[in-house]
């Protein structure tokens, strides 16, 4: 049985090679761990070509990692290697398998569910999917289909003619992102068998330690993927047990809440944090983001300032803190609002894993994708034009989609991990009338996610109630007449909050409204 999981394509560009003999790169890279190679090359005469898949074949054949050709048949028959990878534009794979036989390995190109489905009816014997990111190494993309991309075609593949046929994926991979295409692309039913990497090795200044570090990350779970527990059954009781103990644990670990942040809501969200029982820092410097994910604390990476630099330092810090394990809460303020703004949720998404993705209904439509937000004036959430059961449709098939934990806030705000859907119906009017109050209630979240990693569904309902029924409570007060007299109200809420808990008393609790509105599929 063939290897797929680490598949390297070799790329003879100068600039790629830096002087250094291909062959030499290649036999570093096999026995650093490689187990596949293909040869492409689109420059070199035949003859050249055909001497140098030969030179190759010594190399990967002792160690039993086959070696296919890109395209070119005539080649793969000459050399006598076991295959070749064809293209959409290539020759067509009914005659390449007549060409050279039943034994060859043919593998195809794949970008789209239509073009999988057929090369894996057509009898193909792997399917290289892709492009997964954008890269400078493939001209003539068609298009950058992601992880979302991944899962479609993955799902597709589940009710072909042959639901287990291997996988590889290709396009802007390497050690930053392996683990998360892995993890990010995964179906319930299939999984993607391979990475292919190009320069990532091949321009490495050691092939063979990249490509044995390589091998290690395929074997290892994501720092972030830790094992979930399952929700527990949705009662009153259920929830005043289980919110109440990632409280108490808020509470006696004091997270560090990372707030990468709007400027504007910098002071309120740190305040929200100390009331809570978190430790803020407001950083927005990408470089010490590796000391910070370190201490055991969440990210809250805010859009409301986005510039170039801003996004540079928001990957680093994504990178980061999935690394070191620490959960990220992604929240794409006025993401509708500018072309620049849902280009940069698109770049921020594929930079990194967020474990929660907060934002209004326009703004979760934006991260859909889909057609499902209308353009924004600003951060305002604007006017619902989406029902109840059309926002947990949409919530959970981007929470589904990027396999995380997906927020829509509103009157009735709706959770969801892909598999649950919940909505929550707590809050006050109050707290759309204050400058950042969305924006704290990221850090709030970024705190819990800390506290309770056990289960991030529950964390996340956790925070929301906590913050949520806070308000409440505050615009009940005798001494609240309005925005002005709301805020310092709903701090000393927040803080009353959790010192009750702490005491063991959460009837606090009792207030919270929430319903399971999981949608079928």
């Known amino acids: 049985m063939v290897d797929y999981s680490l598949y390297l394509v070799t790329d003879n560009t100068p600039a ?37 898949a030969k030179q190759l074949h010594e190399v990967t ?29 290539d020759i067509d794979l009914a005659s390449a398998r007549r060409i050279l036989g039943k034994d060859a390995i043919i593998g195809v190109t794949a970008s789209s569910v239509e073009e999988a489905l057929r090369a894996t009816e057509g009898g193909a014997d792997y ?20 992880t979302s991309g991944l899962r479609d075609i993955l799902t597709a593949l589940t009710s072909s003619s042959n639901p287990s046929i291997p996988t590889v994926c290709i396009g802007g991979i390497n050690a930053s992102n392996t683990q998360r295409v892995l993890y990010q692309s995964a179906t319930p039913s299939k999984q993607i068998d391979g990475i292919a990497i190009v320069s990532a090795i091949i321009a490495a200044a050691s092939p063979k330690q990249v490509s044995a570090s390589l091998a ?11 094992a979930q527990t399952a929700f527990p059954p949705l009662s009153p009781t259920s929830i005043r047990t289980h919110a109440s103990a990632i409280l108490q644990a808020l509470a006696s670990t004091t997270p560090l809440s990372h707030n990468m ?41 805010n859009m409301g300032t986005s510039t170039p630099d801003s996004l540079c330092a928001f990957a680093q810090a994504q990178r980061a803190y999935n690394a070191a394990g620490g959960p990220v809460v992604f929240d794409p303020v006025g993401a509708g609002a500018t072309a620049l703004r849902r280009s940069a949720v698109k ?94 209630l990221g850090t709030t ?28 409570r505050a615009a009940r007060r005798d001494d609240v007449r309005g925005p002005g007299t709301f805020v310092p109200a709903f701090l000393d809420e927040l803080y009353r909050v959790r010192g009750e808990t702490v005491e063991g008393r959460s009837e606090w609790l009792d207030g919270a409204r929430v319903e399971d509105v999981t949608v079928g599929v």
Do not use: W
Request: glycine share 12%; net charge negative; aromatic share 2%.
């Open 261 to 301: 942040t709007n400027q504007v809501v910098q002071n309120f969200a740190a305040n929200v944090a100390l009331c809570i029982g978190a430790s803020p820092i407001m950083s927005s410097n990408g470089a010490e983001a590796a000391d910070l994910a370190q201490l055991g604390g969440g990210l809250v990476i």
């Open 216 to 226: 290690t990350l395929i074997k290892t779970p994501p720092a972030f993927a830790a």
């Open 445 to 472: 979240l970024a705190a819990y996610l800390a506290a309770g990693r056990e289960c991030k569904l529950l964390a996340a309902l956790a925070g929301v109630l906590h913050y949520e029924i806070a308000a409440e």
């Open 347 to 440: 770049e921020l998404l594929a930079a990194g894993y967020c474990d929660l993705i907060k934002g209004n209904e326009n703004e979760i439509g934006t991260v859909a994708g889909t057609g499902a937000a209308l353009q924004q004036r600003g951060v305002d959430s604007g006017t619902s034009h989406l029902s109840l059961r059309e926002k947990a449709a949409l919530v959970q098939r981007v929470a589904a989609r990027e396999r995380c934990i997906v927020l829509m806030t509103g009157a009735v705000d709706v959770l969801s991990d892909g598999a649950r859907t919940l909505a929550v119906r707590n809050g006050h009017a109050l707290l759309g009338a204050i400058t950042g109050s969305g924006c704290a």
């Open 61 to 89: 054949k002792p160690h039993n990692v086959p070696l296919l050709i890109n395209d070119r048949v005539d080649v793969a028959l000459v050399a006598g290697v076991e295959g070749v990878h064809i293209g959409q534009d």
């Open 127 to 146: 399917l290289g999917i892709g492009t997964v990111f954008a890269t400078p190494t493939k001209e003539n993309t068609k298009s950058i289909i992601g």
């Open 16 to 52: 790629i090679l830096k002087g250094r003999d291909l062959v030499s790169v290649v036999k570093d890279a096999v026995e650093g761990g490689v187990t596949i190679v293909q040869l492409r090359d689109k420059t070199s005469d035949t003859g050249d070509m055909i001497k140098i």
